[in-house]
């Protein structure tokens, strides 16, 4: 007689022979998902135990897993393995997250703050309330400047990260390659990344009409439930079954979309092309109250992902920027005549009033330009400045003052080195912003080049705060601006698409 048992999130059969096999792990309020589980490759068994919190034989062969909770083979009384306390371990959801709900970054449990960004940080920018320099500069400081652990690199290399539970026992990483459409899924115990198949029905994940960013989904959210994403044909609800290796997808918006979605508090919106131009599309989070708001008429491509900030949503673009406030119009507002952004160089920065400014060209010189406001005041400076939010750089010089400011100059040689910002960690220290960068060595060339074409012989990996910590020393790294800091499993990682492993510095002891 098969036994039947129930545990808090799964139901398990168990065989005449004291085999178990899984009929439903979905747990409350998530779908029902019975896993064929002994046509699972024997390689998966771990990861999928440990996404579980199931239970692994140590030296019986009764079953090839047990439930959740188990200690003990029921038939013969051996120990089993059961899988490691999750530490609580911070999730990311992708530099350029935004959120619908208050909280940001999930369950931080071991670094004991609430991550999330307050109100007057633009959301959409490269900036995080994890503590990173708590960790990063608690160093040794004789360590050597190279990774602690590598990741090989997923196959499909240019990609966004997302690391969460998803609502299963254990943090997993996933890597979509929004481009290519491949969503990678990496199994941390065979070590190994896996392309998830999509299931019947499910949309293509490429989009490459502007810049990618997607909406993460609320820690709340139903087991493998990632994150709303935009699609060539619309925004879509993206959920994971590692258990099946798959994903499927769940239609918030079917129109050709314009740019990515962005968050304004509870309602979330994007650019798409009606029957008569682009319009933008706005609804509750969860689908709820849609909205279509005709826009002027604007680029139907190559837009930015989008900003939240002071109650408004702004989209970049060459031409200019789309301003929208949940209950209002979108407004468009044009460069002033002749002047160009730099959008590679960083992003908005902040003045000391809280004012928005982006970097640009006029054909003549650099300036800053205002954001939000077609009277929008210019502050003309003399050079390049490589950054964003609060962490702006002149050269190898920080710039901790007013964004036009003359830069701050520590050590003269900084002269010949130029600084490129790629994550802020907020501190609301605006006299000592912190954050990780590359520092390219010995570099006198336009910034424009360092940026695009050339092939840097020597860059240095560096995190900038009370105390500079070099992490690592790259020979030969082209297109600098793709590195993608994020983090998963206790570690701060760098990726750049043409590297076959993934950097990683643990952001703890091992102890
Ligand atoms: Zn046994």
Not at 17 to 43: C, E, K, N, Y
Not at 415 to 425: G, H, K, M, R, T
Request: proline content about 9%.
């Amino acid at each position: 007689m098969a036994t039947r048992w129930e545990t808090a999130r799964s139901v398990w059969i168990e065989d005449d022979g004291g085999s178990f096999i899984l009929q439903d792990s979905a747990g409350p309020g998530a779908t029902a998902s019975p896993a064929d589980w002994q046509a699972l490759p024997r390689s998966r068994h771990a990861d999928i135990a440990a996404l579980l919190g199931a239970s692994l034989p140590r030296r019986c062969a009764h079953s090839s897993i047990y439930p959740e909770g188990f200690a003990f083979c029921p038939v013969c009384g051996e120990s089993l393995t059961t899988p490691a306390r999750d530490t609580g371990a911070p999730g990311w959801r992708g530099v350029e997250a935004m959120t619908t709900s208050a909280q940001n970054a999930g369950a931080p449990e071991w670094w004991g703050v609430d991550a999330s960004l307050p109100r007057h940080v633009p959301q959409g920018l490269p900036v995080t309330a994890l503590p990173l320099a708590a960790a990063i500069e608690a160093r040794a400081p004789d360590a050597p400047a190279r990774p602690d652990i590598t990741l090989p690199a997923a196959p499909n290399a240019v990609c966004v990260f997302a690391a969460a539970r998803f609502g299963y026992a254990a943090q997993r990483l996933l890597a979509l390659a929004y481009t290519r459409n491949a969503l990678q899924y990496w199994d941390p115990c065979a070590r190994l990344w896996h392309v998830l198949a999509a299931e019947e029905g499910a949309s293509a994940l490429t989009f490459t009409v502007s810049d990618y960013a997607w909406l993460p989904a609320e820690q709340s959210a139903r087991r493998g439930e990632v994150a709303i994403v935009p699609t060539a044909s619309g925004l879509f609800r993206l959920l994971i079954d590692p258990l099946r290796d798959s994903y499927r997808t769940e239609p918030v918006l079917q129109a050709p979309l314009v740019s990515a979605p962005g968050a304004a508090r509870r309602r979330i919106a994007c650019l798409f092309k009606g029957s008569a131009g682009v319009a933008l599309w706005t609804a509750q989070a969860d689908g709820a109250d849609p909205e279509v708001l005709a826009c002027p008429a604007i680029p139907d491509s190559d837009w930015s992902r989008p900003l939240f900030y002071d109650d408004r949503l702004i989209w970049l673009h060459a031409e200019g920027h789309l301003l929208w406030q949940s209950g209002g119009a979108p407004t468009w507002v044009p460069w002033p005549a002749g002047w160009r952004p730099k959008r590679d160089f960083g992003g908005p920065v902040q003045s000391r009033d809280g004012r928005l400014w982006l970097i640009g060209h006029d054909g003549q010189a650099y300036s800053f330009v205002e954001l939000g406001t077609a009277s929008a005041q210019v502050e003309p400076i003399a050079g390049a400045r490589l950054g964003f939010a609060t962490l702006l750089f002149r050269r190898g010089h920080p710039v901790i003052n007013e964004p036009w400011d003359t830069e701050t100059i520590e050590d003269p040689a900084e002269n010949e080195s130029l600084v490129l910002p790629l994550l802020q960690q907020f501190n609301g220290l605006r006299h000592q912003p912190a954050g990780l960068v590359l520092r390219v060595e010995r570099y006198t060339g336009r910034v424009e080049s360092a940026l695009e074409s050339m092939v840097l012989p020597q860059v240095t990996v560096e995190w900038i705060g009370q105390r500079n910590v070099r992490l690592d020393e790259l020979v030969r790294l082209a297109r600098p601006a793709d590195c993608l800091p994020f983090i998963y499993d206790g570690c701060l990682w760098l990726h750049h698409p043409d590297w076959s492993q993934i950097r990683g510095w643990r952001l703890k002891d091992a102890a």
